[in-house]
């Protein structure tokens, strides 16, 4: 049963959609846009207009949540900068939330009970999660890495839907790999979102699983920033 007193505003800008969104006892509202590159301009008139029609401030606030990452490291940082900012401003804690956890949280809403979540990564790579719906919510059952397509980890059992952009980019590749693992492919095409990070956030503050403003970190998975992408295939 999910709190239903929280008011969490939380973030997403770690891949081409930009979103914000405002749980507010048990009810999320949402602004969200496809527009890459342009996160850093839309994302607090996002959140300014989401707590304005709300009638609240940030210090009505319990928290504030964001997506972590993995995804795009430009992305990853509008959304840390931001929510740090806000946090420090109105002495609020924060919530991070995997991204690739978000991701598999829409299928789970749309009924799948094992989740493997996927984004481009480029270089040839994918962002990777393995996911498992546990009272409604997508839950983490192995580590998240990078890696080619071809590495994947092969879970033991089957029954897995595929969600995520990584999927469009490489799901010929992945099914290979996977070798009759995945059942459904219905959401493959799907970008995270600001509404589920607030609905996982709510139950990580409810567990008291939160940071400061300066501790509110990405998770990029990979460093390596520079290097060039690999030939086309």
């Known amino acids: 049963m999910e709190p239903q007193t929280a008011k969490i505003l939380a973030l997403e800008t770690a891949t081409e959609g930009c979103s914000a969104a405002l749980w507010v006892d048990g009810t999320v509202t949402q602004r969200f846009e496809v527009m890459p590159r342009a996160h850093a301009r839309l994302i607090l008139p996002m959140m300014d207009a989401l707590l304005a029609e709300a009638g609240l401030t940030l ?10 990452g993995p995804g795009a490291f430009t992305g990853v940082r509008a959304a840390v900068g931001v929510v740090q900012g806000a946090a420090f401003a109105a002495d609020r804690p924060v919530v991070p939330v995997s991204t690739l956890a978000a991701l598999a949280q829409q299928a789970v809403d749309a009924g799948a009970s094992r989740v493997l979540a996927a984004l481009d990564a480029r270089m040839g790579e994918v962002y990777w999660g393995a ?23 092969v879970p033991a059992v089957p029954g897995w839907t595929a969600v995520g952009r990584g999927w469009t980019a490489y799901g010929e590749a992945l099914l290979r790999r996977l070798e009759g693992r995945v059942d459904a492919l219905p959401q493959a095409d799907c970008i995270p979102r600001a509404a589920e990070v607030a609905r996982l956030a709510v139950g990580e503050w409810t567990q008291g699983r939160v940071v400061s403003a300066e501790s509110a970190l990405p998770v990029y998975l990979r460093d390596r920033v520079a290097e060039p992408p690999r030939e086309a295939r």
């Open 59 to 68: 210090k009505d606030l319990d928290a504030l949540a964001f997506g972590r």
């Open 131 to 153: 996911f498992e719906a546990r009272e409604g919510l997508a839950r983490a059952v192995a580590e998240e890495c990078v890696c080619p397509p071809e590495s994947v980890p």
